[in-house]
């Protein structure tokens, strides 16, 4: 395949499947733990159809410094289902009713269940940060937990009926939601990976740029839909579609960028493979 070939999500997969696969079986023996509880099917029901990007940024981060000092497949486990207890969360405020081609969570199990639940996976996301010695995997947590409800609640009180978002006001709105975790999944692969400051400040630009990226992409198919917070996004473009598009790539680019510093290695190459999906015309969120 030549550069110049688009990268297809199919491709991507392929190439990563390795990763895939760990992340696959280390979420499925977490949960194994709880075989027990009554919260076990709906686990596996939350946990199912994901593509685990978060994870794998955490896995590669990890890899392409070297260095690795703890197991990073419990942590990678912990952010994965950080991300699944805000889409359960996501899709109660946003009134959804699919997810992943199949009904939402809070459809399936009901409102009760459903916040029950997401409860019951932050249990699972301390339990984990507990059996790190390095405090900052825990830290590092607990602080993008708290930066993703304060980006849920920020948009939560926006009333689209009086109020136009501002760019920079949706860049802040994005930041807290969805690149934080992003950026908090290489940070932490620095950290285990046994990174220096400097590496760790690296990847964690890396993850920021790249969840940016990925954001604003996501957004753009949400373009034809009136209840999504893209369509009160007031940006002085003739055409906002390709303001958008134009803006994703460039933080595609920065978070490639970023890397330039670090050693090449297979890992490396694949974080740069993420940042050239997000520019990829075959994206989908």
């Not at 939402?104 to 199990?109: E, G, L, N, P, V």
């Not at 405090?135 to 993703?148: G, N």
């Amino acid at each position: 395949m030549k550069d110049k070939d688009p990268l297809t999500l199919n491709m991507l997969m392929e190439r990563m499947k390795n990763y895939y696969y760990q992340i696959e079986e280390a979420i499925k023996v977490e949960l194994n733990r709880f075989k027990s509880s009554n919260f076990y099917d709906p686990l596996l029901y939350a946990s199912e159809g994901g593509k685990r990007i978060r994870p794998m940024i955490l896995l590669l981060s990890a890899e392409s410094i070297g260095r690795i000092k703890d197991d990073p497949l419990p942590v990678a486990v912990a952010v994965e289902l950080l991300h699944i207890e805000s889409i359960i969360h996501d899709d109660i405020l946003d009134n959804e009713i699919f997810r992943r081609d199949r009904p939402a969570f809070h459809i399936k199990y009901g409102l009760g269940t459903s916040l029950l639940t997401a409860d019951f996976v932050f249990g699972i996301i301390l339990d984990i940060a507990s059996r790190y010695g390095d405090r900052r995997i825990a830290k590092e947590l607990s602080s993008v937990a708290l930066r993703m409800c304060e980006g849920e609640l920020g948009e939560l009180n926006i009333d689209s009926k009086i109020h136009r978002l501002s760019w920079d006001e949706y860049l802040k709105l994005i930041s807290q939601k969805t690149a934080s975790l992003f950026e908090v999944s290489a940070k932490i692969g620095g950290i285990v990976g046994g990174g220096n400051d400097k590496e760790i400040e690296i990847l964690s630009e890396y993850g920021r740029f790249l969840g940016m990226a990925y954001q604003i992409r996501d957004d753009i198919q949400d373009w034809s839909k009136e209840d999504k917070i893209v369509n009160i996004l007031n940006i002085e473009q003739n055409d906002k579609l390709s303001y958008l598009r134009s803006m994703s790539e460039l933080y595609a680019i920065d978070a490639k960028k970023r890397l330039k510093s670090l050693k090449d290695t297979p890992a490396k190459k694949y974080l740069i493979d993420l940042a050239d999906f997000m520019i990829s015309n075959q994206f989908q969120g």
